[in-house]
């Protein structure tokens, strides 16, 4: 069945930069689009990025446009979330989402100086 697992999640100074992965199984990932979600304290889910199954195209929330990149790496049925000048605002869980609304258990986010 399908599973995802997400890591790279921690704490960070505000500026830093963390990248997130998301390992992939059960399904043939390059069929796939592949989406990243977060979730923050008191506010709605957000959906963050969104990639294509060859990786070719992806875009981003306003939010975080030109901070954050998806990319993935069908080969290795991992797919990225690179995040550079993390905010306070950006901490939250985020999580990794594929094929038929499947989500991974997400991964912890904190922006703390």
């Known amino acids: 069945q399908v599973q995802l697992v997400e890591s790279g999640g921690g704490l960070v100074l505000p500026g830093g930069s963390l990248r997130l992965s998301c390992a992939a199984s059960?399904?043939?990932?390059?069929?796939?689009?592949m989406e990243w979600y977060r979730q923050r304290p008191g506010k709605e889910r957000e959906k963050v990025a969104y990639i294509n199954g060859s990786g070719g195209y992806a875009n981003h929330a306003g939010s975080v446009n030109g901070r954050f990149t998806a990319t993935r790496d069908n080969n290795r049925n991992l797919v990225f979330l690179q995040m550079n000048n993390l905010q306070h605002d950006d901490a939250g869980v985020y999580y990794c989402v594929g094929p038929d609304a499947s989500w991974g258990q997400g991964t912890q986010v904190t922006v703390s100086s």
């Open positions: 059960g399904f043939p990932i390059t069929d796939y689009a």
